[in-house]
């Protein structure tokens, strides 16, 4: 849009720009700018407009974004341009991702390309490469605590490595998603040193007050993320003699985004990334990027506002490169994380489903889908230009996130139901077979989440453990057919480093002091390669989940419907044990999938001539894209056994 007053002000800023980067040729990045710049510019004076440098803070902003699109390689611009081009390539049904440790997956990054082909046998061509900028030697929240965000951890290899690794998933058409620790540095990271060292400048980079006066007003409304091991959400700093705002652990000092100083740093270390090859960043922690006194600190209108400019201002110099917010709220304000536009994603064209994730292990425990029906027809479509990052396990425990008011319409009481939830994955009924533990049980509110891996949480660990085959089928259905939702549901799907061969929990970690107080180090682990060969053994675990997830993925990529492109419905049908819906393929009428699935331990049937106006479905000629196979039927009374999904068509028959 032109608007004079932002218009001038970019002529002006253009004029003081360096002298080195007026002389270049910036044609592409002054198209973007200028397309841009009114959004940019409204927002960083909404957020920092009353300051007196704001003019020279606007300055050193533009900058960084010519310098970093200087030192971007051609051939990333090329693909920059080729993205603009089909600007919704990553709504495609063709993106299938994995997360990983990079050491745990084989060692280092030179190990991970070693196994690339591992991951294309399997069908990945996205990879979220857990955090490898360097971090203390010891507690680093894994990775999360980082004290150079410019350079790699040397346990895990260098700079040159990344780039490497960057350039081998390009030529296989792979994408490659990297961290950056938005909202906290590490207390070991130059800018703390400094703050600690009584640098002015540097403690205005954190949250830092002399005494418990101001934190006191903050704790009143704030929530405590680890409550067991960092309870509080500031950190008395002994050198420096104030308090410090930490809100995840004591080590992790929050960043002060209501200085422009802090937002440009980060901007510049985004697009440094950028630079480096990655394709999509993970934006870490983004609910809680601004604090506010009386608030939770959490989902905050300028915490929007931050990411609106990240995005604004990283699609000026690297428009093709995406961002994954990683919010894991409530289920309403996560979607927000999208940007609130009719169209396109102003803030992160991808976030995590944390809401879905919880809600499948939910149906898992309770066998049935009443809470996942009511809390997905809850929700509003997402954004036509957005798309969700659905996925069973991550690094991280499972937070029990639903809106209490859909648990009640579905005649549960909140807390009681969330502390069955815990009890039953961390094996406290005998009828679970799930082997879980709890993590960051609160006391004073009786919250809780849960860590393990997720083939232990469905039984496998235990039926394993007993040699009982009717368990271990179970269990190894009860993983396909979460894996078939999050392949057939819309969005990306991202599987988790070894839960390809059914990893169970990694109990090792309580041996090291740096990671033994928490427990999601449980399934963090690292791959045993002799037990990966048995995917190619006929019968074992191994072979059976690895083959199940191999012909999923295949299916999935040559299934259009699967898209994402709001192209579901839900069907609400008359057994609670079945979750149901359709996906149509929006370039071709009655190219359609329907999608069953049953949570129950018993076979469940759908009656096809309830399936209402959309059950253009015809008896009897049915087809289980994921088996090939006809399912089974009894005049239109469609069967689905125990833990099972159908992928349905009746089209190409
Ligand atoms: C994110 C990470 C989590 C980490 C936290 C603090 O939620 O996924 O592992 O503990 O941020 O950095």
Known sequence: ?????????????????????????????????????????????????????????????????????????????????????????????????????????????????????????????MLHVMPILECPRGA?????????????????????????????????????????????????????????????????????????????????????????????????????????????????????????????????????????????????????LWKKIGTTCQNEREAHLILQLMKDCSQVTAPGVLFIAEAIVAPVEIIKYFGEDAVIAKECEIAYNATYMALLWEAVATKNTKLLNQSIQSLPDKLDRATWLNYVRCHDDIGLGFDDADIVRCGYEPQAHRRFLVDYFTGVYDDSHARGQPFGRNEKTGDARISGSLASLAGLEYALESGDETAIDESIDAILLLHGMIMSFGGIPLLYYGDEIGTLNDSTFQFDETKANDNRWMHRPGIDWS?????????????????????????????????????????????????????????????????????????????????????????????????????????????????RFYWLTDSGL
């Not at 050491?103 to 990054?109: E, L, M, V």
């Not at 082909?117 to 990945?124: D, F, T, V």
């Not at 050198?239 to 422009?260: A, C, G, H, I, R």
């Open 1 to 125: 849009m032109y608007e004079q007053v932002s218009h001038s002000l970019l002529n002006q800023i253009l004029d003081e720009l360096k002298p080195d980067i007026r002389k270049r040729d910036l044609r592409h990045f002054y198209t973007r700018l200028g397309a841009n710049f009114y959004a940019i510019y409204s927002l960083f004076h909404n957020l920092y407009g009353k300051r007196d440098d704001f003019v020279a803070q606007m300055v050193r902003l533009v900058e960084v974004m010519a310098t970093q699109y200087i030192n971007r390689a051609n051939e990333l611009k090329k693909i920059d341009i080729e993205r603009e081009q089909h600007h919704d390539w990553f709504l495609s049904q063709e993106w299938v991702g994995m997360a990983l440790y990079a050491d745990g997956f084989n060692g280092n990054i030179e190990g991970l390309r070693d196994r690339i082909g591992y991951l294309q046998e399997l069908g990945i061509n």
């Open 140 to 288: 680093s929240d894994g990775g999360y605590a980082v004290s150079d965000f410019r350079n790699v951890d040397d346990r895990i290899g260098t700079l040159d490595d990344v780039r490497q690794l960057g350039a081998d998933m390009r030529r296989r058409n792979m994408l490659l998603t990297l961290d950056v620790v938005v909202n906290h540095t590490s207390d070991e990271h130059a800018w703390a040193q400094q703050a600690r060292q009584g640098s002015r400048k540097y403690q205005d980079y954190y949250y830092i007050f002399d005494d418990r006066y101001v934190p006191d007003m903050f704790e009143a409304t704030m929530p405590e993320t680890f409550p067991e091991t960092s309870p509080g959400n500031f950190t008395y700093d002994d050198e420096m003699q104030k308090w410090v705002m930490t809100v995840f652990n004591s080590y992790q000092w929050d960043l002060n985004y209501s200085n422009p100083a802090v937002f440009i740093e980060m901007l510049d270390i985004i697009l440094f990334w950028a630079n480096q090859g990655a394709d999509i960043v993970r934006l870490d922690a983004v609910a809680f």
């Open 531 to 643: 037990k990966a060969e048995q995917r190619r053994r006929h019968g074992t675990v191994e072979q059976r989940i690895f083959d199940g997830l191999k012909r999923m993925i295949a299916v999935r990529k040559s299934t259009p419907a699967f898209a994402d492109y709001n192209n579901r419905a839900l069907i609400d049908t008359d057994n609670t044990h079945l979750f149901v819906f359709i996906r149509n393929n929006p370039s071709v009428p009655n190219d359609r999938v329907l999608v069953v699935a049953n949570f129950d331990g018993s076979p469940q049937s759908l009656t096809i001539s309830d399936l209402g106006n959309r059950g253009y479905f015809e008896y009897g000629q049915l087809r289980d894209l994921y088996s090939g196979e006809a399912p089974r039927q009894y005049k239109d009374q469609l069967v689905v056994p125990p833990y």
